[in-house]
């Protein structure tokens, strides 16, 4: 088998990129990333043509929280919110559209989700560099 070339998508990929984002079943694909000033994708090409494109966007991912042994949960729960806007200001600074947030705590899932999160429902993989 022959190896294939990649590199930075073309403007003129654009098109194709998005045509073949709706047909590649599964991919969970959503297409307002397409418009992000972060957007940018990587090509697979042989002499044939490009074999795919893998999208992608910079978003910010809010490690975890860190909380004061013994804070309220009130006071924890506003803290959470107001340092939730804090991120969304820098995020925004850096034209970033979307912030993530992994965490199991039931009560900071309830507040996220009443400041905007949505939970999302599929496997999240991770790669450390």
């Given at each position: ?30 297409a ?10 990587v ?74 999160f ?12």
């Amino acid at each position: 088998m022959k190896q294939l070339k990649i590199r930075a998508a073309r403007p003129e990929d654009t098109k194709e990129i998005s045509e073949w984002l709706t047909k590649t079943q599964g991919n969970l694909f959503d297409a307002s990333i397409l418009e992000y000033p972060t957007f940018s994708a990587v090509s697979s090409y042989n002499e044939d043509g490009n074999v795919a494109h893998l999208p992608a966007q910079k978003v910010t991912m809010l490690e975890s929280l860190a909380v004061r042994p013994g804070a309220g949960l009130l006071e924890s729960a506003q803290s959470f919110r107001d340092l939730v806007k804090a991120m969304e200001l820098v995020s925004s600074s850096f034209g970033i559209r979307e912030m993530y947030f992994i965490c199991q705590d039931e009560n900071v899932l309830k507040v996220a989700e009443g400041h905007g999160f949505e939970r999302i429902k599929f496997p999240v993989v991770r790669m450390k560099l």
